[in-house]
């Protein structure tokens, strides 16, 4: 859908803005906790990552949050989870840790003092999802060139599950690295339009630099089935940094958040599910040559 | 409530004993003699008595008056003025037609009937503006607008720079009734709102209603904008056109059967995508953006008792590039007939259709082709009638009952393949009933317009109605058959207009007005945009009902030269419909889970000067108002200040007639800032930075100023030949102002620990030129 309003986004730009920097002085708020972090369906070490807000204009990167003392429980079994020590503010479990479809898991912070509050808590529910269900929801991918839209459109081939209402996050990992690196490159979908279809190479992700990918190179789509609230938060936070227009903006407002005690972020919980591509000679044929 | 409905009860009884005893009633239609156009609002006076009337929307006036000879003097503004000697033994009719005065014709914006009656009529916060001068006002690219001369006026504000959506007195933009030709128009916008869908050139008159709504209008909380297309030239063949800058327009008009029938046809259309192909950019090939309208208008007096007139409007926007497409507009239809039962009983039915859709679609002719369309339906009857039962005494009465239908959001898929095949939102059905009673008595020196209407709003299945919980979650949704009524609303709604006559040329009005909003607009956004859907009131959005008094001092000087004026209002909003944060508006099945309902009020005060001197035109004006929200779930529950809560405003508008052929004109406008949100620290979640907020629109812009100037040339000869033309000049933003349109809060790309705030403006200083022609 972004796309299209992009046709009307074009509309706005023809009539001529300019832009020039102002000095506005700007009150400052009280220091929050920033807590942002998940556990999923992979067995890995799952990471929070904590952190303080600063003033809009201070001239440093947000401070981090060292030696807290954080862990991740499911009501039977608890995980601890211990500073890098080369990362400070980032927490991980143990690498043996996966998290199950349907269950709630709390998140415990501690040991930290912001404006004199020293614990923290959230929840979060995985969605249940289908058994075997790495195979139920997404079958193969393909990636194409469109020249219309001048770069790689990751296709994807679906049995979308029929009877539930399911929101998605998709990610793109090519080779070992991700592609999708922030807030603001997620795909985000609620399936209310196409609940139980089969989509047949629907465009499920677009990578605009035409020189991101060479043949051998491995596309991996990461198919994140997330929790409603969580697709809410993900949609609301990348809205929150995009930039203000009096035609489209909502009016500004801070996330939710699913953080007690004031703080910031999110903790989420969801599943993980894979498909690959492997670049060919061919898919390069109708690639515009510089 | 209880006890103000029984004193309308009482009023409209009492105002039953003023009925004429041994009166006769003088009526007909003013019209242009040059054109056969009908004069709406033409004063007509009967000297050496208090007695006198206006035209109606129809040009129809009618008077009751004893039997014996009077002298009856009608005026218009840029007419020059008739008496005739009327002996009534009976009940006579009495068609007039005015000669447009040359010398005044290009004098006035804002039109004055002529004489004291804008002192002495028992209205007010209503502006009339004159078509045929608008166009002496400069303009953004010389495109002078309907709507944009309209945000000059005391109490109106723009929603956002260059953009056709108004606040009047601090109400949002869809609590505005806009009316073409008596059909409601959904959106006026075209190209995001810096053009209007009214084409000057077709339209005749205009009125604003800002407070004191009278009981025939229904609908809006805020303001009535009643725009009249022309009826076409009945007495002679007519072509008026221009050619602007970035748009061009032709009227055509005249005779079907001489001052039988007319019809008037008029186009505009832009030319912007006409240069893509030479500016040599590959985006910009295969790329659409334009606009056109159209209106049409055909009318026939079958006999002096009978006139029947179709007219519609057609306009459309269309953006696109190859395979993505995206287009919206309004189609509107009036037929009306007015029909003269008695002299004293005129009678107007109107049927009425009007839509406003939109679609985007991707033609991939692959999994990613979809359409999305939205549609808003109206087909709406109403009766209105004028009865003149006394020399003090005019009643007005009628009904309407309107179908609406609304169809939020349809996805189609439209390839085999693709990926979303159908989904909808189920179609909404209302329907909106209204009947009014308006009494107009005149006790000399104080007159009283009273009025009452009953408006009912029904939900009509087919349809399916959610079932939220206290936290606005859906619990459950029912399904309505087709044809039942799921959901009733009944609201008296009584307005209150008087002036009591210091003098002839000074005045004490004051006003009430309760209205009732049963549709609104579902936008999120300051300026809003075409994709806003209407929504109807439900058993879980109560209806918006608006309280307002005013209270106003007006008073002429020089000879009526000069109008001044001084309101002071005060509106309460109850029900008033804000959205939640980060509401989800567009393609939402669940829309109303997302709606919160609050208060809303406005206070303020303006000062308005008219100037008509003949070599000096237009007006000076001041306004101080204020604009407040308060809705539980928005903003921590605390009240916060509406976007356009500007507090202080000042616009002069003013031209000077240089000589028969030059006119000077100059708009000065300033207001107060925006209210808007700042942030007050930021965090970073996934190597994206977010803003921390604290209360909404508590920080305001840089104030707002800007300075437009235009000239008005009239090519030599024209006074006596049959081709005129005049060339106007004008520049926007003279003193290239870099007024604020949005600012936001950004970080340096290279330094991400680097931010700072940055203005967008749009319109820096803007010449242009427009050439206007008429045979």
């Not at chain 1, 219309?148 to 209402?165: I, L, Q, S, T």
């Not at chain 2, 037609?97 to 040359?102: K, L, S, T, V």
């Not at chain 2, 039962?389 to 189609?412: C, D, E, H, N, V």
């Not at chain 2, 979650?473 to 609303?489: L, M, P």
């Amino acid at each position: 859908m972004n796309r299209i309003l992009f046709v009307i986004a074009l509309g706005t730009a023809i009539a001529h803005a300019c832009t020039e920097r102002m000095e506005i002085p700007l009150d400052e708020s009280d220091t929050k906790l920033i807590v942002y972090g998940s556990i999923t369906t992979d067995t890995m070490s799952h990471c929070i990552k904590l952190s303080k807000s600063i003033p809009f204009y201070s001239n440093t990167h947000p401070q981090t949050v060292s030696n807290a003392t954080v862990y991740i429980s499911d009501g039977e079994r608890t995980f601890p989870l211990t500073q890098a020590p080369d990362k400070p503010g980032y927490y991980f479990t143990e690498s043996s840790v996966f998290g199950i479809s349907g269950v709630t898991y709390r998140l415990h912070i501690d040991n930290v003092n912001i404006g004199g509050i020293t614990s923290f808590d959230a929840q979060a529910q995985m969605p249940a999802l289908l058994d075997n269900y790495q195979t139920k929801y997404l079958d193969s991918i393909n990636v194409q060139y469109n020249d219309y839209w001048d770069g790689w459109v990751v296709n994807g081939f679906a049995k979308e599950p029929e009877n539930m209402r399911n929101y998605y996050m998709f990610k793109i990992k090519i080779n070992d690295t991700y592609y999708t690196d922030s807030l603001d490159n997620i795909v985000l979908v609620d399936d209310k339009f196409f609940n139980g279809n089969y989509t047949t190479g629907a465009a499920f992700y677009f990578i605009p630099e035409k020189d991101t990918l060479k043949v051998g190179d491995r596309v991996t789509l990461e198919l994140c089935a997330i929790p409603e609230d969580y697709y809410h938060y993900l949609s609301e936070a990348s809205t929150a940094s995009q930039p203000q227009f009096p035609l489209f903006s909502p009016p500004p407002a801070n996330p939710r958040t699913n953080i007690n005690n004031g703080a910031l972020g999110y903790f989420a919980a969801y599943a993980i599910i894979r498909a690959s591509y492997v670049m060919r000679e061919e898919d390069f044929n109708n690639v515009p040559k510089p | 409530m209880k006890a103000k409905l029984l004193n309308f009860a009482l009023l409209l009884l009492i105002s039953h004993g003023l009925w004429g005893q041994g009166k006769y009633s003088v009526s007909g239609y003013v019209k242009d003699s040059k054109t056969g156009e009908v004069l709406i609002g033409a004063t007509v006076i009967v000297k050496n008595s208090t007695s006198g009337t206006v035209a109606n929307s129809y040009g129809y006036f009618s008077l009751s008056l004893p039997k014996g000879e009077h002298n009856i003097s009608f005026m218009y503004l840029g007419y020059e003025p008739i008496e005739k000697k009327v002996k009534v033994e009976k009940d006579t009719r009495l068609d007039v037609e005015m000669n447009p005065n040359i010398q005044e014709i290009q004098a006035v914006v804002v039109s004055r009937e002529g004489g004291n009656s804008n002192v002495q009529r028992a209205e007010m916060s209503l502006i009339k503006l004159e078509m045929k001068n608008i166009r002496q006002i400069p303009a953004l690219m010389g495109e002078v607008d309907v709507i944009k001369a309209i945000q000059l006026l005391p109490g109106v504000q723009s929603t956002t720079e260059g953009g056709s959506g108004f606040s009047v007195r601090g109400g949002t933009s869809d609590q505005n009734l806009i009316l073409l030709d008596e059909a409601t128009v959904y959106n006026a916008s075209h190209l995001m709102g810096f053009f209007s869908v009214f084409n000057n050139d077709a339209i005749k008159d205009i009125k604003l209603y800002k407070s004191d709504m009278p009981a025939s209008f229904g609908g809006r909380l805020s303001s009535v904008l009643d725009i009249r297309m022309k009826d076409g030239n009945s007495k002679q063949f007519a072509a008026t056109g221009g050619i602007g800058s970035i748009s061009s327009r032709i009227t055509l008009e005249g005779p079907v059967l001489k001052d039988k029938s007319s019809f008037m046809l008029s186009g505009r259309r832009t030319y912007v995508d006409v240069f893509f192909p030479l500016f040599n950019n590959e985006d910009l090939k295969g790329s659409s953006l334009y606009f056109y309208d159209l209106n049409a208008k055909l009318n026939a007096t079958l006999n002096p008792n009978n006139r029947l007139f179709v007219s519609g409007y057609f306009g459309r926007d269309m953006f696109g590039r190859d395979i993505n497409g995206f287009g919206f507009g309004n189609r509107t239809l009036t037929t009306r007939w007015n029909h003269i039962f008695r002299h004293n009983l005129f009678m107007n039915t109107t049927l009425i259709s009007s839509n406003y859709n939109y679609f985007l679609e991707s033609n991939t002719n692959d999994a990613n082709a979809i359409r999305w369309e939205s549609n808003m339906n109206e087909i709406n009857l109403k009766v209105d009638f004028n009865y003149a039962l006394g020399p003090r005494y005019q009643l007005r009465f009628g009904a309407s009952s309107a179908l609406l239908t609304f169809m939020p959001g349809l996805i189609k898929g439209t390839s085999s393949k693709s990926f979303i095949q159908r989904w909808e939102i189920p179609k909404q059905y209302a329907l909106e009933h209204g009947a009014y009673l308006l009494n107009e008595l005149d006790f000399g020196k104080l007159s009283v317009k009273a009025g009452l209407r009953l408006s009912v709003f029904q939900n009509l299945g087919k349809g399916v109605s959610i079932v939220l919980s206290d936290e606005y979650r859906v619990i459950d949704k029912i399904n309505h058959s087709n044809g039942e009524i799921y959901n009733t609303y009944i609201n008296p709604e009584p307005r209150l207009g008087m002036v009591y006559r210091l003098s002839d040329s000074s005045s004490i009005k004051a006003s009430y007005s309760h209205t009732t909003q049963y549709v609104q607009q579902a936008s999120n956004s300051q300026g809003g945009n075409p994709l806003d859907v209407w929504f109807p009131a439900s058993p879980n959005i109560k209806p918006q009902q608006a309280d307002q008094w005013a209270i106003g001092y007006f008073r002429n000087f020089l000879n009526n030269q000069i109008e001044a004026s001084a309101e002071f209002y005060y509106k309460s909003v109850r029900n008033f419909v804000d959205f939640k944060d980060f509401a989800n508006i567009l393609l939402n099945d669940e829309l109303e889970a997302e709606i919160r309902q609050g208060s809303a009020y406005s206070y303020g005060m303006e000062l308005f000067t008219r100037i008509g001197t003949g070599k000096w035109d237009g007006w000076v004006s001041y306004t101080y108002g204020r604009t407040f929200r308060k809705t539980s779930g928005v903003n921590m529950g605390h009240t916060y200040s509406a976007t356009y809560d500007k507090p202080h405003n000042v616009t002069i508008v003013l031209s000077y007639r240089v000589n028969s052929r030059v006119t000077l004109s100059a708009n000065w406008l300033y207001s107060t800032g925006q209210a808007y949100t700042q942030p007050t620290g930021r965090y970073e979640i996934d190597s994206q930075t977010l803003p921390i907020y604290s209360e909404r629109n508590a920080k305001r812009y840089p104030d707002y100023h800007r300075l437009d100037v235009a000239v008005n040339i009239k090519t030599k000869n024209s006074l006596n030949q049959r081709w005129q033309s005049e060339w106007n000049i004008s520049i926007y933003n003279l003193y290239n102002r870099h007024n604020a349109w949005a600012i936001n809060f950004a970080q340096d790309k290279d330094n991400s620990n680097t931010t700072y705030a940055e203005k967008t403006y749009l319109f820096p200083i803007i010449p242009s030129v427009t050439y206007n022609f008429k045979f």
